[in-house]
């Protein structure tokens, strides 16, 4: 009786140990200064970070597409058909 009486303890104590450490706050990790000023001014760039700006030619529209078979679609794609939309590009080869 006594061996199942501390069997019985330990697993409460184990229980009651994981229950309080799952109950307490993670510690705050500490902001430096630049960072709250940041935030407080409501600007997104950190003063260490320098803006990057590069200069691209226009190089002009992009050219139509010249291909009559296209898997995964109907008919031919254009670039008008998806002019104003959201297209996402997946290359993939087959071979």
Wanted: glycine content about 8%; hydrophobic content about 45%; some cysteine.
């Amino acid at each position: 009786m006594g061996r199942k009486w501390i069997l019985w303890g330990t697993a409460v104590s184990l229980l009651l140990v994981l229950w309080v450490a799952a109950c307490t706050a993670p510690a705050a990790e500490e902001a430096n200064s630049g960072e709250l000023e940041n935030i407080a001014s409501g600007t997104s760039v950190p003063p260490t970070q320098e803006e990057i700006v590069v200069d691209l030619p226009d190089l002009g529209e992009a050219p139509e597409f010249k291909n009559d078979v296209w898997l995964n679609s109907d008919g031919p794609v254009t670039l008008a058909d998806q002019r104003g939309k959201v297209v996402l590009l997946e290359f993939w080869t087959f071979g």
